[in-house]
């Protein structure tokens, strides 16, 4: 199995082949080795962090950006995103508070990325 990768690791956005012959995974393309590790890692379990907004009551914005504390696997994220679409919160809130704990199952927590400050009048 093979797979092209653009590397993001650094500004040189080496184009990287990832080739699984044998049970041997091998990295070419890469200038560094921390393409070869991003290579490896988008190969055999790609994660991000999820970044989205939800619905706040009473705040002085309509919705609220939040934030993953740690990367989930990318297979997941339609689904945590699903149960943040549904999710409505209430102000007060500040930076970092938790919004969803263990969100899916996965055991990272998703966070306020900013504070929110009730509405007055």
């Given at each position: ?39 490896l ?45 549904k ?35």
């Open positions: 199995m093979t797979k092209d990768f653009v590397c993001i690791v650094c500004p040189a956005s080496c184009r990287l082949r990832v080739t699984e012959t044998g049970g041997k995974i091998t990295v070419t393309g890469n200038d560094c080795p921390r393409g070869e590790k991003h290579g890692h988008e190969f055999q379990n790609p994660t991000r962090m999820l970044t989205t907004t939800v619905a706040i009551a009473g705040g002085t914005l309509p919705r609220l950006p939040v934030i993953s504390r740690e990367e989930i696997p990318k297979e997941r994220l339609e689904e945590c995103l699903q149960v943040l679409y999710k409505k919160v209430e102000a007060p809130l500040r930076c970092g508070d938790v919004i969803v704990k263990d969100i899916c199952q996965t055991g990272v927590d998703v966070l306020a990325s900013r504070s929110m400050e009730r509405k007055l009048g």
